[in-house]
Nanobody
Framework: QVQLVESGGGLVQPGGSLRLSCAAS????????MGWYRQGPGKERELVAD???????NYADSVKGRFTISRDNAKNTVVLQMNSLKPEDTAVYYC????????????????WGQGTQVTVSA
């Protein structure tokens, strides 16, 4: 069984920083794209940033220059470094992987973590 476990959310003042981490566990052979999505109050879930297995990154326009996504393929982890946070960044942040191949040859697609709350407020 594969699990995605997120950590690092919390309350921060505007202009502050937070670091979100997501670790995939289980008998994992490979992971394709890893990413972070968020869902603010009354809003739809949206892509924040993602990163391919080769390191290609993609960011939402609203976070470019402030957030940085990185991953460690050996540890099956993805990190979102969030700087210069704004109140509009307040949301539940979800880790996502588009495809996981297990050591047993099974595939899991569109896999989600449980979410972690980020609140930016004075």
């Amino acid at each position: 069984q594969v699990q995605l476990v997120e950590s690092g959310g919390g309350l921060v003042q505007p202009g502050g920083s937070l670091r979100l981490s997501c670790a995939a566990s289980g008998s994992i052979f490979s992971i394709n794209v890893m990413g972070w999505y968020r869902q603010g109050p009354g809003k739809e879930r949206e892509l924040v940033a993602d990163i391919s297995s080769t390191g290609s990154t993609n960011y939402a326009d609203s976070v470019k220059g402030r957030f940085t996504i990185s991953r460690d393929n050996a540890k099956n982890t993805v990190v979102l470094q969030m700087n210069s946070l704004k109140p509009e960044d307040t949301a539940v942040y979800y880790c996502n992987v588009d495809r996981i191949r297990t050591s047993g040859g099974l595939y899991y697609t569109n896999y989600w973590g449980q979410g972690t709350q980020v609140t930016v407020s004075a």
